[in-house]
């Protein structure tokens, strides 16, 4: 299953493809749920707990459709199919603040660099956005080493509260979701274990439409770390949460790729 754009009403047929962090609805409770706690909602997580400096939207006529994580002063990683058919041109990253409408910097893309290897849906969903100027936002960096099963891991992202397909717009704040590491099996959709992440998700709170590139955040020596960036589904199913898995893009494994293309990666 290919996670559909927000931005479907913003750009031509070549759409930024997404899946955005699940977030509270409007009626529901402030406290984020456990990972494995029941709920009777569609939907969880909560609203933002910190300052991400690193976190971005990428926008296409000033609405959001797919995240960002900006890993050095002028550079940003995301998943592939968000640029697929566009032009760096076409989008502007609004960069360190939990509204997507306001705050933070707004920097504009001069390169977008796809990793070779990646075909239309799959493994290898990662791209890299090279901004005009660099900005002054502290970055993050990646983690050493990949998560295993059973890690503890935090989703951020922007996007509609509800599982189905288009059923709801972006939310201006961002949302978080602690949540854990899967066993690879849990992960169905061409999963290939060597270069993604299967990244725990349920009725209770999941990624979902409207935020693909987002991170997977883990912590290391008390701060974060880039793990993951949103690719797909799990599962083959339109409801998000109703396959127990979402497929991340393992950030970790393609260390030397990144390096390669920016110079080198961020050592703090």
Not at 22 to 34: F, I, V
Not at 115 to 135: E, F, K, M, T
Not at 228 to 251: F, L
Request: charged share 15%.
């Amino acid at each position: 299953m290919r996670l559909r754009t927000l931005l479907r009403a913003a750009l031509a047929p070549a759409l930024i493809a997404a899946a955005v962090l699940s977030a509270q609805s409007a009626n529901a409770a402030d406290a984020t749920p456990e990972p494995t706690a029941p709920s009777t909602r569609i939907v969880g997580g909560g609203p933002a707990s910190e300052a991400y400096s690193f976190m971005g939207s990428m926008q296409v006529n000033g609405r959001h459709g797919c995240g960002a994580s900006l890993i050095k002063s002028g550079w940003m990683v995301t998943a592939a199919h968000c640029v697929a058919g566009q032009q760096p041109g076409s989008f502007r990253i609004r960069i360190g603040s939990s509204d997507h409408l306001s705050g933070g910097t707004l920097a504009s893309v001069s390169q977008i660099i796809r990793h070779p290897r990646y075909g239309q849906v799959g493994p290898y969903d990662i791209a890299l956005l090279r901004l005009s100027q660099p900005v002054a936002n502290q970055p993050i960096s990646i983690a050493s080493t990949s998560p295993v099963e059973g890690t503890a891991t935090r989703l951020l992202g922007w996007g509609q509260t509800c599982g189905s397909p288009g059923c709801g717009p972006a939310p201006r704040g961002l949302k978080e979701l602690d949540t854990r590491i899967n066993p690879d099996r849990m992960c169905t959709t061409n999963f290939n274990s060597s270069v993604e992440l299967c990244v725990y998700g349920s009725r209770s709170g999941t990624a979902c439409y409207g935020d693909s590139g987002g991170p997977a955040l883990v912590k290391e020596g008390g701060a974060w770390r880039l793990a993951g960036a949103t690719s797909r589904a799990g599962v083959n199913n339109q409801i998000c949460g109703t396959g127990d898995a979402t497929v991340y893009t393992d950030v970790t494994a393609h260390q030397q790729w990144i390096a390669q293309q920016t110079g080198g990666l961020l050592t703090s």
